[in-house]
Each structure stands twice: as C-alpha cells, then as structure tokens.
C-alpha cells in the first residue's frame, strides 16, 4: 500500500528514561523542545496542549502513561479542518540502551478511511451521477 | 462498497495533475458551484474541454452534480476526497526529525 499510514524514526539520546521521560510528558519538557508553552495533565484521557510563537496550537488527548517506558497520544491530522474527529496516534517508547535511552516515535493513522460521513456522500454522489450526467449530455446536445 | 484511502487519493492527485483540472478545481473552490457555461467564462478552456473534465471529475466523485437554473447542471466541489489526499500530504509533511534533533538538544543541555 502506498498510502503511507505510519511513520516510525528511533534516535539514541545519551541521558536516562527517566530524563527524557520528563522532557516528554511534562509542561516543562515539551515546551523546552516542542511546542512554545505547553500544558499536560498526564493520564489516559488527560487532555494537553502546545502553542507556538507563531500563534498555530495543538490539542492532545493523553492515551497511554506507562512511567519512564510508553508515552502514547493522539491529535488531529495536521491540515485538516478543526471539526474533522480523524486522529493520528504517537507513541514514543523508551529503552534503556546502556546509560543512556533508545527512545523510539511511531505515528500512526494517516491513511485511516474517513467516517461515516465520507461513506454516505460518497454513497450518494455513486447513485445521484448517471441521472445527472445524462441531463448534462442532453444539454450539450442541445447547446 | 467505498474506495480505500489510497483509491481516493489517487483520483485526487490524477486529477491535480492537469493543469485544465486543476484550474477548475481551483475556480469551484474559490467562486463555489459552477455550470461549464460559468466555468468556460471563467477559463481559458472551451466548454466541451471542460465538460469532459467535469464528466470525469464526477466519476472520480471529486464535484457532483446538481440542479442549476434554466436546467443546466452545476457543480459543486466535494471536501471530503481533497481531505483524504490532505491525510497522505499530512503524513509525508509530518517531520519528526525536527522534534527530535530539538529534544536531542535539549537533553544534551543538562534537560
């Protein structure tokens, strides 16, 4: 499949999980590499958020807390509209990898199929087409 | 049965692909719905191109169809596929190696 549905990338850093679990799933930590200002309340369900100087904000919702070890949350595809309920899924997950931490990022759920919502007009577009194609074929020949 | 998101986007990307398409998505877009009579005034493209265009627009389900005035037929943009080919746009514009170059950086100051 070429839609491309997951991203992964793995990067060594050289302090403890604990560390970077603490720039990971903390105000603090994110807003010292992510976003601008962060907030997070950190548990399943909890929600966080990131802001940027350049005003652009992302909302979060806090899926997976495993202390030092996963950290999983979900937001919104970027670019879509505000009102588009299709999430991506991040999770990073921390190894100890001598002294330092293997720390790996998967995003997942680009190609996910839009809602119901997509299915019915396009359902409905599949019927309305050939009654419609067939008045505009009529008005060409009449033109 | 619906298209798979690979499907989808596809026609979307094909029809992205011709310049004639493209300025028509672009017009529906930007004046709203249009018959090919509207979108031949708007264009440089003749009505017949444009009507082909809009024929096979319609089969790949990125305008439908609908009743204008006079009974001539207008079309409308549909959002929905264009949205699908965004969430491919959206995976290959998603850049993590900042992030993490950034996070790398910030651990390596003490954080």
């Keep these: 499949m070429a839609f491309p549905d997951r991203i992964e990338r793995t990067v060594q850093v050289a302090q403890p999980p604990q560390k970077v679990w603490a720039a ?5 930590g ?3 590499w992510f976003g601008d200002e962060a907030a997070i309340d950190l548990r399943p369900g909890g929600s966080a958020r990131m802001q940027w100087a350049s005003g652009a904000t992302v909302q979060m919702r806090v899926e997976r807390v495993e202390e030092a070890s996963v950290f999983g949350f979900t937001w919104q595809i970027y670019g879509l509209p505000e009102d588009d309920p299709r999430r991506t ?3 990073f997950t921390l190894e100890p990898a001598g002294t330092g931490t293997r720390l790996t990022v998967v995003e997942s759920g680009f190609a996910q199929l839009p809602p119901d919502a997509y299915r019915k007009a396009y359902d409905m ?3 309305g087409w ?3 194609l067939g008045e505009l074929a009529a ?3 009449a033109a | 049965m619906p298209p798979d998101s690979e499907t989808v986007a596809e026609q979307v990307f094909t029809a992205l692909a011709d310049p004639s398409r493209r300025a028509i998505l672009a017009t529906l877009a930007s004046a709203g ?3 090919a009579t509207d979108l031949a005034g708007r264009l440089p493209i003749t009505r017949q191109a444009i009507a082909k265009h809009l024929v096979l627009l319609a ?3 990125l305008v439908t169809a609908e009743p204008g005035e006079r009974r001539r037929v207008r079309y409308r943009l549909q959002s929905a596929p264009m949205q699908v080919a965004q969430q491919f746009l959206a995976a290959l514009a998603r850049d993590w190696d900042s992030p993490l170059g950034a996070l790398a950086d910030h651990l390596g100051q003490g954080g």
Aim: no cysteine.
């Design chain 2, 33 to 35: 719905p249009a018959t």
């Design chain 1, 125 to 127: 577009n599949t019927q």
């Design chain 1, 130 to 132: 050939a009654g419609e």
């Design chain 2, 59 to 61: 089969e790949a389900g």
């Design chain 1, 24 to 28: 990971l799933t903390t105000a603090e």
């Design chain 1, 139 to 141: 008005y060409l020949d």
């Design chain 1, 30 to 32: 994110l807003s010292a």
């Design chain 1, 89 to 91: 899924y991040v999770e």
